[in-house]
């Protein structure tokens, strides 16, 4: 038996943090944190060492499935590929390109050969309806980016090794290590914050894993109320201490902002929020008053209804208080190399006019309208290519999603397992998992405290019929005559063709990688300087302090606040929570994880709740149904 070790990385979610593999005769035997890698330093949380045991879960997809009236039959490549391609183009014939649309799940984020392929084979083929996970959870964050900074890529991140003061909206570092910014450990860098004597404080409706005496308290907030949240401390900051001369000097309409604010003063908001206006006032005057203060805000309120203005209100919350590009501030975060930084007149492009209404964008189609382009589009899309997703299960609105996908002449599902959604696909097609994979980190560009290029080769064979997801646009789009990665005289080019290319801007090859004992190229840390320089991009070089683009926003703002301040006093909300063993909708099913809380689907109801509704721990609930319109919970 021969073994050896190889140094990987893991594509589950925003750290990428540095593994160990140990090889087996070939085989993947077990996955191991790498204490030598320069970022992650020995970090690695319970789902990337799982990989193992998703490499050989029994229940992977193994083989191309057609479904057939009585049950699914294992095809070859080359009858899945051919048959998929002669239906796309019995489609397109029938009912034009546009009838052809895809949607990218979340792991194709952190699989670099599926956003350099996919969309090139839809643009191919003249279908341009593509769909990601990405406006589910973040979509809010690079609109707001784009009409504050006058560009979706500017996201500037805490500078929490530096700071003295941190903010934490929406967000449960511990257990997710948090979207929109790669920081491994991100649990021990507030602890290690906290123990500098930094003031960290975590807005959250519930008590979560990340607060406590080692890192901080929580500042207990009614679900969907963040804005008026954010807007009052900026009232309070105004008030007590005034603006930083920042807001003046880099800021346009700064009295535009002060107008929206005039209607949430910390007094105004207390009983919507539920947070009391004294508290409100002592964290804008420590957030003011700190040397350094920092601001992360994530799924929690990106999620709600007014993700776009929260962001809005974060950047407008640094900018106001002096904390804008500066050490232990929100800093602009560096790249090993460059993402395009797109300006505002060309993003004024990408707004269309569709029978929804007017969207952006941003950068895909909404995935809430998929069933919508489905079932009621004047031109419906008929066929569906879902690529590392689960939309079923990850869109809100699942029966009438499921209704759409029933309704599709085709629906090709590309995954590692069976999912809700595969359920209902045509085709099923499996793809290799990461470690049966050759990959490099391309997500998280500019969004990395500590910016590294990461390749890995491919630690593992793929076992029985798995293949990549470019290979099979590849065949699909050979099998459709259209030309594609493997019909090129150097296949393996062409399809690093735009990576190389991207690596060329920062001074790198891949080949230097390769080089590399763990592929790895770094870049300087975070570092002020270069917000106002290099990254903004509006015409004026200012940052836009109140958005026209928002106009709407900001009145159905205060509609809503006067709907919550009539809310009932016990009105319950459900909220969403992750935990350790499971990854958005998948790892699920795996015996490793499938332990202790998470052997059921628990609900969590505060104590004080819970006596209320005679709910007691470890009871069933069997189903709430909330009436909106009646106000009334029914059990
Ligand atoms: N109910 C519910 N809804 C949610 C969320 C939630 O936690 N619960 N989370 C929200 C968030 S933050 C997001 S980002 C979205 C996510 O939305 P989706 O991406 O649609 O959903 P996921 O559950 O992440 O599904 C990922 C799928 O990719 C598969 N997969 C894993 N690795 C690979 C791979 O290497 N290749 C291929 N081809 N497939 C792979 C998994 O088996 C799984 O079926 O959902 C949002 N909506
Ligand atoms: N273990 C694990 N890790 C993950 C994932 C996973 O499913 N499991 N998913 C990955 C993905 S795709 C993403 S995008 C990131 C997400 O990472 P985070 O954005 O940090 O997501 P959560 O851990 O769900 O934290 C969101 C918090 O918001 C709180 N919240 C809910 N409603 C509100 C509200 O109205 N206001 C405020 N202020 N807070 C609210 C919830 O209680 C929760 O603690 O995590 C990634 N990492
Ligand atoms: S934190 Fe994310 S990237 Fe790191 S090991 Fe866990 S799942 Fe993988
Ligand atoms: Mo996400």
Known sequence: MTTNH??????VCEPACGLIATMSDGSLEKLQPDRDHPVSRGFACTKGLAGVDINKDEDRLNYPMRREADGLVRVSWDDATAEIAERLQAIVARSGSDSVAAYMGNPASFNAMVGVTMPDVLTKLGASRLFSAGTQDTANKFAAS?????????????????TDALLLIGSNWRVSKASMISLPNAYREIGDASARG????????RDTESSGPRTGETVSI????????????????DRAIGFHPDAEKHGRNVRGLRSFIADYSPEQVSDVCGIDAATIESIARDFATAPAASVHMSTGVNMGRQGTLAYWLVQMLCLVTGNLDVRGGNIPGREVYPAGARS??????????SEFGTMRQVPHLPGVLLADYILDAENPIRALVVVAGNPLLSIPGGDRLRDALQ???LLVVIDIYPNATSRYAHWTLPSTDQFEREDINMALLGMQVDPFVNWTPRVVEPAFERREEWWIFARIADALGLPNHLNTPEPENARWARIDHMLSKGGISRQELVSQP???????????GTLYS???QTDDGLIDCRPAVFDEATIRCLHIFGELEREPAHQLKLISRRDQKMHNSWYANLPAMKKGAREANPLAVSPRDAERLKLTDGGKVLAWIFRAEARKMVC
């Open 6 to 11: 190889i140094a990987t990385y893991c594509r």
């Open 146 to 162: 784009t009409a504050v900074f006058g560009t979706p890529t500017l996201h500037p991140l805490p500078d929490v090794r530096n």
């Open 198 to 205: 930094a003031k960290i404080w975590f807005v959250n409706p």
């Open 222 to 237: 009614k679900p969907d109320t963040d804005v008026y949240f954010l807007a009052a401390l900026i009232f309070a900051v």
């Open 344 to 353: 505002r007149s060309v993003l004024a492009d990408q707004i269309i006019e």
């Open 407 to 409: 309704s599709l002449e």
């Open 518 to 528: 763990r592929g790895l190229a770094m870049a300087r840390g975070l570092e002020p």
């Open 534 to 536: 290099e990254k903004l």
